[in-house]
């Protein structure tokens, strides 16, 4: 469907983009990520660059296979699972004290939740065929002719 080929393209650009800017410059967005993970970092990694450095290349990958159409409903769980954590550590309006941006934080974390209903959207789609379920059920009943 023509619209899975140009939807599917905007939406992950926002992550190819973003992703390759935090690969390349980790640096400026770990002092946010520090707010989410503290002193944690998960296992291998060093320091909160890192971090931020491998959740960049993790969207830039899931982003152009989204983007490509492969395997487009696991790459959409993946930006999807890595935008909750960006989304809580990049604009955290709920700590400004200036309203100006305190308001414009609060629209960057509602154009977060609106792409992460996209990527739910995407996650969730089918491209028409009928679900595990459906066809989990269908067989019984095929196999069971008695129901």
Do not use: C, Y
């Not at 520090?34 to 931020?52: H, I, R």
């Not at 100006?100 to 065929?129: C, P, T, W, Y």
């Amino acid at each position: 469907m023509l619209a899975r080929r140009v939807a599917r393209p905007l939406l992950a650009s926002i992550f190819i983009f973003g992703g390759a800017d935090a690969a390349q410059n980790p640096e400026g967005k770990a002092g946010a990520a520090d707010k989410v993970l503290g002193d944690w970092t998960p296992p291998g990694l060093e320091n909160t660059a890192q971090v931020v450095r491998v959740d960049g290349m993790v969207k830039v990958g899931a982003g152009v296979f989204l983007a490509l159409g492969r395997m487009p409903r696991l790459s959409s769980l993946v930006l999807a699972a890595s935008l909750v954590p960006t989304t809580l550590a990049g604009h955290r309006f709920w700590e400004e004290t200036d309203p100006q941006k305190a308001k414009a934080q609060k629209l960057q974390l509602l154009k977060n939740a609106s792409i992460l209903g996209g990527l739910l959207l995407a996650a969730v789609d089918i491209e028409g065929r009928p679900s595990v379920g459906w066809r989990a059920r269908h067989a019984v009943a095929e196999a069971n002719p008695l129901t």
